[in-house]
Nanobody, 124 residues
Framework: QVQLVESGGGLVQAGGSLRLSCAAS????????MGWFRQAPGKEREFVAG????????YYPDSVKGRFTMSRDNAKNRVYLQMNSLKPEDTAVYYC?????????????????WGQGTQVTVSS
């Protein structure tokens, strides 16, 4: 089965940067699409970034476009989320997720493997 483990969360001041990492294991055909989601208290889980393993093609919602960058290292079976110009509203638990899809989906229901989450807190 596919297993995902996130790391790199922490506390940072507004305007600062963090880099999240997600280690993936299991059949690659079951996780050809990797995504990052976040969930703040009292809010629904929100799509943050997506990447396809083979091509490296990425996609983002408007809320993070230009500030966040997703990448992958195929040899290390890891994906990353570089977060720059962080804002207090970015504060949330960030989750790594995996799907088997060839289209850029962003609905969390389409991702069937999830990591445990890592806390990101941005202070003003």
């Amino acid at each position: 089965q596919v297993q995902l483990v996130e790391s790199g969360g922490g506390l940072v001041q507004a305007g600062g940067s963090l880099r999240l990492s997600c280690a993936a294991s299991g059949p690659t055909f079951s996780r050809n699409l990797m995504g990052w989601f976040r969930q703040a208290p009292g809010k629904e889980r929100e799509f943050v970034a997506g990447i396809f393993w083979t091509s490296g093609t990425t996609y983002y919602p408007d809320s993070v476009k230009g500030r966040f960058t997703m990448s992958r290292d195929n040899a290390k079976n890891r994906v990353y989320l570089q977060m720059n110009s962080l804002k207090p509203e970015d504060t949330a638990v960030y989750y790594c997720a995996a799907a088997s899809s060839f289209s850029p989906v962003r609905d969390p229901k389409q991702f069937y493997y999830w990591g445990q989450g890592t806390q990101v807190t941005v202070s003003s």
